[in-house]
Structure formats: C-alpha cells, structure tokens
C-alpha cells in the first residue's frame, strides 16, 4: 500500500499540534511531534530531556542530532504505518535532508508539505494564552517567544524553498475556528492522496 506521508509547517503557536491531532485521527496516520516528544524527555527527566530543556526554554532549537534520532527511532517503532504526520519536523535544513534519507530508507517520500499562515499579532496572543494554563516556559516570557519567532525566520521558513522546488509546498489560511482551518486542510489532502492514487 501506498504511504502517505504529510508535514505540518509554520511558525510557533501556527496550530500544529491543534490541526495534527484531528488530522492524524480522520486519515490514520502516525502523529509525530517533536515538541510533544522533547516535553515528554523533559517529564521523565531523562539525559535527553534535561539537555534539550536548556534550549527550549531559551526559544532556541534542541541540535540536529538529538530531534533526528528520535524521529529516527520512532520511525523505526511503526514498521507498519500507511503514512506518518510530522508536526514541528523538520525545523532546520540539516533535518529536512535528514528526513529526506529516513524516507527513501523506507522507500517513501513527502506527499505534501501544508503551511499554516497566521500573522506575528494573532501568534503572540495565542502564544501568551496558552501559557497561562500550560505552565509551558516557552511560553509565558515574552522574550522567550519573540525569540522563537527570530529562529523561526532564520532557520525554519527557509526550508520552505526546498519543498516548494518540488511542489509539495501549500499555503493554508491559519487564521478563523479550528474547524475552519481543519476543513481546508483536508480539502488539500484529499486533493493531493487523489492525485497521487490516479
Ligand atoms: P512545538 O511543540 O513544535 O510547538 P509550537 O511551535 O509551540 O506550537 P504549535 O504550532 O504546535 O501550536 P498549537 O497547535 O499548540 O515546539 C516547542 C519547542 O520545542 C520549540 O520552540 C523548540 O525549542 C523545540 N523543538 C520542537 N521541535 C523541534 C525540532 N524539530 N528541532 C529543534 N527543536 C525543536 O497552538 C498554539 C495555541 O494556539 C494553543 O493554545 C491553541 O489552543 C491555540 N490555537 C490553535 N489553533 C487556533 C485557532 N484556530 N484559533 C485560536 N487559537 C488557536
């Protein structure tokens, strides 16, 4: 069978998580969140977790090597998944050509990068908001998000480029209800899995 394998792309508090969470359960496929990974480490305070901890709090990315082995292993996990859901992977040009591999290992490819767009305003509030009920340290400090914002727009927008070379690449409107947003997700999805299926 076919995989479909879907990445969910934009800047922080964009609605990943949010969106990937219907997403992965309409068209079952494996959810796999690197932040939702590195916070888990964090819980279970392991070596992984306390070292990637420093960099999220800072609103600076956890290295290269530590978020590919674990999008690595993980892949390894679901031998069996008609397709995966990455959401907030990857993050910099190093993990795009390293997912690139993971892939092909796996003879699979991307079938479809979407990009949620909202403005810096509405990410700012969501962001905020969220802190005050998630306790989340990234969160609350509005240094802390502005600087997430500054590596979002040096080392993560960037990668967009190499996606859309290969026009998997789509602009998605990020901002309205939730179901809103998730209704043209989908439109796009099922768009690109009957293109790919004729
Ligand atoms: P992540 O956990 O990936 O998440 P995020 O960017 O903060 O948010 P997301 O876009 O998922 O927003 P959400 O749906 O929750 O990253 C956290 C940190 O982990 C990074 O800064 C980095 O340090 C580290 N990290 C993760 N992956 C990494 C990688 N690959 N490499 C290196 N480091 C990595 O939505 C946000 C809020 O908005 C929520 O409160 C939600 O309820 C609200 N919301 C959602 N949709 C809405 C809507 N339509 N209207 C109003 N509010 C909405």
């Given at each position: ?8 792309f934009g800047p922080p508090g964009s609605g990943k998580g949010t969106q990937s969470e219907k ?175 004729s």
């Amino acid at each position: 069978m076919l995989m479909f394998n879907l990445i969910l792309f934009g800047p922080p508090g964009s609605g990943k998580g949010t969106q990937s969470e219907k997403l992965v359960e309409k068209y079952g496929l494996v959810h796999l969140s690197t932040g939702n990974l590195l916070r888990e480490e964090i819980a279970n305070r392991t070596p992984l977790g306390l070292e990637a901890k420093n960099f999220i709090d800072k609103g600076q990315l956890v290295p290269d090597e530590v978020v590919i082995g674990m999008i690595g292993s993980c892949l390894d996990h679901h031998k069996k998944a008609s397709g995966f859901l990455f959401d907030g992977f990857p993050r910099t040009t190093a993990q795009a050509q390293a997912l690139d591999k993971l892939l092909a290992l796996k003879k699979t490819e991307i079938a479809l990068v979407l990009f949620l767009e909202v403005s810096e305003e509405e990410l700012v509030n969501r962001l905020l908001n969220r802190g005050k009920t998630s306790g989340r340290s990234d969160d609350t400090n509005e240094t802390v998000i502005h600087q997430r914002f500054t590596v979002y727009k040096n080392e993560t927008a960037p990668i967009a480029d190499h996606y859309k070379k290969l026009k998997k690449f789509q602009a998605i409107k990020g901002e309205g209800s939730v179901e809103e947003i998730f209704a043209s997700l989908c439109q796009a999805i099922d768009k690109r899995m009957k293109a790919l299926a004729s």
